[in-house]
């Protein structure tokens, strides 16, 4: 199957660390996504690994990847109110020339 | 530099009518993809142009078609709408088939 899962709320204090799960398919030569949706608008492309990495750091962000047990997640460092979005984790394989497949996408709350 | 280019920004149709949406893609790219986002969830894949030619479908019946033209903006047309129909329809687009998409903010279609 193409199925992506995510857990579907995250609530936060603002200042604390987020972490938003994600769990995939096959994991054999895939990039996966992350993107962040706010209200009324499209999806921003946050960050992306390939399947053959473990980890990529980019300033706040941090992807981990556990292929053994098709894990994904993100980590969002000293969450700030404007980090209060829908983020979507999406599987996209080399082969398929460009369909990502999107989870249901994680509401993160951050409160003050 | 713009980005993804999509219009209208809101649409309202009646039942049984036709629709077209409009996408102008990112300076440079040259790879079209439309969603689909239904509420409360994540975006499924349509369809992708490449060379004005459709690459790839997703599971979508075949009242939804579309175009790209030589200068690689793109149409998605839907025939015959049903109230089901209504979402939120995004394109995406990309400087080749394989990479990290840049999305467009979206047009909202609502069918009564």
């Known amino acids: 199957g193409e199925d992506v899962e995510q857990s579907l709320f995250l609530s936060v204090r603002e200042g604390d660390s987020s972490v938003i799960n994600c769990t995939y398919t096959d994991s054999s030569s895939t990039y996966l996504y992350w993107y962040k949706q706010e209200p009324g608008a499209g999806l921003q492309l946050l960050t992306y690994i390939f399947s053959n990495m473990d980890m990529k750091q980019d300033q706040r962000l941090t992807v981990l990847l556990n292929k053994k047990d098709k894990h994904l997640s993100l980590r969002i460092a000293d969450t700030q109110t404007g980090d209060s979005a829908i983020y979507f984790c999406?599987?996209?394989?080399?082969?398929?020339?460009?369909?990502?497949?999107f989870g249901q996408g994680t509401i993160l709350t951050v409160h003050p | 530099d713009a980005g993804v280019t999509q219009s209208p920004t809101h649409l309202i149709k009646t039942r049984g009518q036709q629709v077209t949406l409009r996408c102008s893609p990112k300076?440079?790219?040259?790879?079209v993809s439309w969603y689909q986002q239904a509420l409360g969830q994540g975006p499924q894949f349509i369809f992708q142009y490449y060379e004005e030619e459709e690459r790839q479908r997703g599971n979508f019946p075949d009242r939804f078609s579309g175009h790209q033209f030589p200068n690689y903006s793109s149409e998605l047309n839907v025939n015959a709408l049903l109230l089901g129909d209504s979402a939120l329809y995004l394109c995406a687009s990309s400087p080749w088939a394989g990479s990290g998409y840049t999305f467009g903010s979206g047009t909202r279609l609502t069918v009564v």
């Open positions: 300076s440079g790219h040259d790879t």
């Open positions: 999406a599987q996209q394989w080399v082969t398929s020339y460009g369909k990502l497949t």
